[in-house]
């Protein structure tokens, strides 16, 4: 399949192979397909050579209807950094597969704008926003696709998606090359395991340069790669493509580049595909010993011994596995959450994951990943988070924001229902068996706002817009400051928050006030300390007893968990029953911190002895007394503050490197690279958050309007002293105010 710009008739796009050091398959293309095969500890995701990959006519006979079925069947999302093309590359995979019959562009001059992009403000500000699902038929072929945001305040529908797929296609753009997004998108496949495809695009583009991109992939990706297509020009001589496996050119004719035309490679360009063939045979023998032993005996190699792609979605098609292919695992809630290997069959019990939700025109939209089973319109369903028996009322497969109705969808499919009451991440099963799927990485929010309606009559509808919104997106947070009472919403970024302020006002007509921007802190400490405090409280009657021991110590570096609670208490100096009311008393005062307020994390409490009282003890007295043990001991365990800091990739005229760096200098960042693109100087730093607000206004300022960044999170890291006891004094300032 191949995509390309609206301005060409030509498809503009690479294709290239890539051997990783983990369980992936990348293919990269520019507006046309190029595949990267890519393994883990030199074991094959799957095998690629031609004679494993085909099914012989007995065998064919011997599998049952669903595994047909099935074998047809890919899961894939479409992913990259911002403005590498993903949107417009599956308008075109949509367009050419007969799915729609019009290209519309992302910042289209019909206003109609692009099919995957549906919401106002997608179209508007020509980003995505949402994560949209569609599907379309390819030779046969049934492809579910997941078009996920670029920009990295959005990355939990990247994160979310890819959690349920099965394979993926990492766009890089042939001008921009590898982008910080995508690496972070890279990190995200290689968490969940998710073999993909690389395609580089806008070969059309004015300092195109694939080769480029095919070195940025080797070092800042890891693969091991070698290009499957040659590009017959760049930029505005940009022609056709060559296929190293066929050893055939193409030309991409008609008004969107629909009339594909195979011709003989052009005499000029004969020597370097035969040099960019041997170097890919090289690659791939790497992994293949057949293939290895012919290279190395300088047999000849047939274009079927390397299996080779043409467009996109015959890429997508030879090298993603179909779902009987993934091996998912799920957790056995009655054998203490033991794992178990499902079989991804229609045959087996019905276990499915509620991976996305969205408020439709007829209630909640669940989206379904089913990775075991059938589901049905009226078949009863268990959550199994908590426990609740549903029916489903309606059953439907998505085109973007269209639904079409279905009766009944297997495992390996994804699909929506409606009425079913669940929280993402929740695992639904036909009451036979107690699974739940392993949960995906939803990152911590970095920027907060105090946010309040205008009209004290739009209570209600504020109410209900931020519990919405809160149930979709687990990385938008609504939360109460304790001390003016305000609602603070957080999430990612200022555009993401800022989209969630517009969104209230167009979707629930409510005007909010929106406060300053502020840095979600944290605190922690540093060294161990102990703790020993008496709760005693005397008032006539029943009073209240509780002692508790112990020491609070930082975490190891690394620890998966933010808090830890270990109970050491040999014997019953403390009743059993009140261990709990013990944890629960730490925690609330994790919650906030004696520096400035803000929560305590990667922090172990263990408690080692305690002492009770027949009458007095009680759950609130051993709760109070864990409280202010907590307080007691603070202090003494050096607390830092810590504060998140962000990867910033900036691209400025070198001209400009010198007053962007210094400037990025008095921001407190640190440079840790500086490379050289053409006339372009890019620029990696870390920079605390704090010192990026107005960064946009700030660079444009400083490079005539020419400089790009892009920031995402990175960590949360210590301050330094005097940002600390600055902190420090302004929030008791605060306090003594109030």
Same mark, same amino acid.
């Given at each position: 399949m191949m995509a390309r710009r609206a301005t060409r008739s030509s498809a503009s796009r690479l294709l290239y192979a890539s051997l990783c050091s983990e369980n992936t398959?990348?293919?990269?293309?520019?507006?046309? +397909?190029? !595949?990267?095969?890519?393994?883990?500890?030199?074991?094959?995701?799957?095998?690629?050579? !031609?004679?494993?990959?085909?099914?012989?006519?007995?065998?064919?006979?011997?599998?049952?209807?669903?595994?047909?079925?099935?074998?047809k069947l890919r899961n894939i999302g479409i992913s990259a950094h911002i403005d590498s093309g993903k949107t417009t590359l599956t308008e075109r995979v949509l367009f050419?597969?007969?799915?729609?019959?019009?290209?519309?562009? #992302?910042?289209?001059?019909?206003?109609?704008?692009?099919?995957?992009?549906?919401? %106002?403000?997608?179209?508007?500000?020509?980003?995505?926003?949402?994560?949209?699902a569609t599907y379309c038929t390819w030779k046969d072929y049934q492809v579910n696709i997941i078009d996920? +945001?670029?920009?990295? %305040?959005?990355?939990?529908?990247?994160?979310?998606? /890819?959690?349920?797929?099965?394979?993926?296609?990492?766009? $890089?753009?042939s001008v921009g090359g590898v982008q910080s997004q995508s690496i972070t998108v890279d990190r995200q496949m290689r968490r969940y395991g998710v073999p993909r495809l690389a395609f580089i695009n806008k070969l059309d583009r004015m300092g195109a340069d694939p080769w480029k991109v095919l070195n940025q992939a080797r070092a800042k990706l890891r693969h091991h790669s070698a290009a499957v297509q040659i590009p017959i020009g760049l930029e505005e001589d940009f022609q056709g493509l060559i296929d190293l496996v066929q050893l055939k050119a193409y030309y991409f004719h008609g008004s969107s580049g629909e009339t594909i035309v195979t011709s003989d490679i052009p005499a000029d360009m004969e020597a370097m595909a035969i040099e960019k063939r041997r170097e890919l045979i090289e690659t791939v023998s790497e992994v293949d010993d057949q293939l290895a032993e012919a290279f190395l005996g300088d047999e000849p190699i047939s274009s079927s011994d390397l299996e080779g792609v043409q467009p996109l979605l015959d890429g997508v098609i030879s090298y993603l596995p179909c779902p009987t292919e993934v091996s998912n695992h799920a957790l056995d809630q009655t054998k203490d959450e033991e794992q178990v290997v499902l079989s991804g069959t229609p045959a087996g019990p019905l276990v499915a994951l509620a991976f996305k939700l969205e408020e439709g025109r007829f209630g909640q939209l669940?989206?379904?990943?089913?990775?075991?089973?059938?589901i049905r319109k009226g078949d009863f369903i268990v959550n199994v988070n908590t426990g609740k028996k549903l029916k489903v009322p309606r059953l439907v497969r998505m085109h973007s924001n269209d639904m079409e109705d279905i009766q009944e969808a297997h495992a390996g499919q994804i699909v929506a229902v409606f009425g079913v009451d669940c929280a993402s991440g929740d695992t639904f099963t036909d009451g036979s068996v107690?699974?739940?799927?392993?949960?995906?990485?939803?990152?911590?929010? #970095?920027?907060?706002?105090?946010?309040? +309606?205008?009209?004290?009559?739009?209570g209600g509808q504020f109410s209900k817009a931020l519990n919405r919104f809160q149930r979709e997106d687990p990385t938008f947070r609504v939360g109460l400051d304790p001390e003016s009472g305000q609602t603070i919403i957080s999430g990612m970024g200022e555009l993401h928050l800022d989209i969630y302020v517009e969104r209230i006002r167009r979707e629930y007509k409510v005007d909010a006030t929106v406060g300053k921007p502020r840095v979600n802190f944290r605190e922690t400490v540093t060294k161990r300390a102990e703790f020993d405090y008496l709760h005693k409280k005397q008032s006539g009657g029943q009073g209240q007893y509780g002692r508790v021991c112990g020491y609070i110590e930082p975490l190891p570096p690394g620890s998966p968990t933010k808090f830890e609670f270990d109970n050491m208490i040999i014997g019953q100096a403390v009743p059993s029953n009140f261990i709990p009311a013990i944890e629960k008393g730490f925690r609330e005062a994790s919650n906030s911190g004696q520096l400035i307020g803000h929560p305590v994390e990667n922090m172990r409490i263990v408690l080692t002895d305690g002492a009770s009282h027949a009458v007095d003890?009680?759950?609130?007295?051993?709760?109070?007394?864990?409280?202010?043990?907590?307080?007691?001991?603070?202090? !003494?365990?050096?607390?830092?503050?810590?504060?998140?800091?962000? $990867?910033?990739? /900036?691209?400025?005229?070198?001209?400009?490197?010198?007053?962007?760096?210094?400037?990025?200098?008095?921001?407190?960042?640190?440079?840790?690279?500086?490379?050289?693109?053409?006339?372009?100087? #890019?620029?990696?730093?870390?920079?605390?958050?704090?010192?990026?607000?107005?960064?946009?206004?700030?660079?444009?300022?400083?490079?005539?309007?020419?400089?790009?960044?892009?920031?995402?999170?990175?960590?949360?890291?210590a301050v330094s002293q005097d940002v600390q006891t600055q902190l420090v004094n302004t929030y008791q300032a605060t306090k003594v105010a109030e």
């Open positions: 398959i990348t293919l990269t293309s520019s507006y046309s +397909p190029i !595949a990267l095969l890519v393994f883990e500890n030199g074991q094959q995701r799957r095998n690629f050579s !031609a004679s494993n990959l085909a099914r012989t006519k007995s065998d064919k006979d011997k599998e049952t209807w669903w595994k047909d079925a099935m074998d050419y597969t007969g799915r729609i019959h019009e290209i519309h562009e #992302v910042r289209g001059r019909d206003g109609v704008g692009a099919k995957m992009d549906s919401m %106002d403000l997608e179209r508007e500000k020509g980003i995505t926003i949402q994560s949209a996920t +945001p670029g920009h990295v %305040d959005f990355t939990i529908e990247v994160e979310r998606a /890819l959690r349920v797929l099965d394979g993926a296609i990492l766009v $890089l753009c669940t989206f379904l990943r089913i990775y075991e089973g059938v107690k699974y739940t799927m392993t949960s995906m990485n939803v990152p911590e929010p #970095v920027m907060s706002l105090a946010l309040s +309606p205008v009209s004290k009559d739009s003890s009680s759950e609130l007295a051993f709760k109070l007394a864990a409280i202010y043990a907590f307080r007691q001991c603070y202090l !003494a365990a050096k607390p830092v503050i810590l504060e998140p800091v962000m $990867l910033v990739e /900036l691209k400025v005229p070198t001209e400009f490197q010198g007053t962007v760096t210094g400037d990025i200098n008095k921001r407190k960042g640190l440079i840790v690279g500086n490379d050289q693109e053409g006339d372009d100087s #890019v620029i990696t730093t870390h920079v605390p958050l704090n010192n990026m607000f107005g960064y946009s206004t700030a660079l444009r300022s400083m490079t005539q309007g020419k400089g790009e960044f892009t920031m995402e999170y990175k960590e949360h890291s």
